[in-house]
């Protein structure tokens, strides 16, 4: 509250100061010397205002991008989706550990789009409700969707490739693209490589990404094949 006070204080004495100033100007300098140093504080005024208007502009835009991303990762983490994908990651984990052999580690199974429409345990859940197959669509449709907004340069790249692009590199391992119908599903190839490549100006996501799919699909090639030849990643304000 102080502080308020001493700002307004402040604020209304530079304005006094400036008043004084300008009629000691004005009794000082004839006429002509005075509407030139006018007319000068007016452009320096109205340059100045530009120039604030324009910073204003570049914040106000990056702060809507911002919340673009922010609102696609609670899309992501809350809601149907969260549950699909809760879903699906625990019958992935389940398959993998029903089929890995003896002594080796537990890896989540990679399942194509005809295993979850036709394969015996991989087409249904355990429970015997819901279905693997629909919720692998709604996942790949969120990816669809969001690699549209960063095509359209409407989303804040950095945090993007933080918050979306780690998740897009999981699932692209975990989805296999076998079926030429899933057309939506080329989209989730395409964020995956672009969030391989954003590690110059977003490194911790693409790590986060890549170990994470290390851990649960195994290291090496696994991952990285799924992978094509990443385009030069450019950076987002």
Excluded: C
């Amino acid at each position: 509250m102080f502080a308020t006070r001493r700002s307004k204080w402040a604020t209304v004495s530079a304005v006094l100061a400036a008043g004084v100033g300008w009629t000691v100007l004005a009794l000082l300098l004839d006429r002509g010397a005075y509407d030139a140093l006018t007319g000068g504080v007016q452009a320096v005024g109205v340059v100045a205002a530009l120039g604030l208007a324009a910073a204003t502009l570049a914040r106000d835009n990056r702060d809507r991008r911002v919340d673009r991303v922010l609102a696609l990762h609670q899309e992501l983490m809350t809601g149907d989706l969260w549950q699909a994908r809760q879903r699906l990651v625990t019958h992935l984990t389940k398959l993998g550990q029903d089929q890995r052999k003896k002594g080796e580690p537990d890896r989540v199974r990679r399942v194509t789009r005809t295993d979850l429409r036709r394969d015996g345990d991989a087409s249904v859940y355990a429970d015997g409700t819901g279905s693997p197959r629909i919720d692998a669509d709604l996942i790949v449709r969120f990816f669809e969707r969001a690699e549209a907004a960063r095509r359209t340069h409407s989303l804040h790249l950095p945090l993007f490739g933080e918050l979306i692009g780690r998740h897009a590199l999981w699932w692209n391992v975990a989805l296999i693209a076998d079926d030429r119908t899933w057309t939506s599903r080329q989209s989730l190839t395409e964020l995956a490589d672009w969030a391989a490549a954003t590690g110059p100006f977003a490194p911790n996501g693409r790590d986060l990404g890549l170990e994470s799919a290390d851990r649960d699909f195994g290291p090496g090639p696994v991952v990285r094949d799924t992978l094509d030849e990443p385009a030069p990643a450019t950076a987002g304000v």
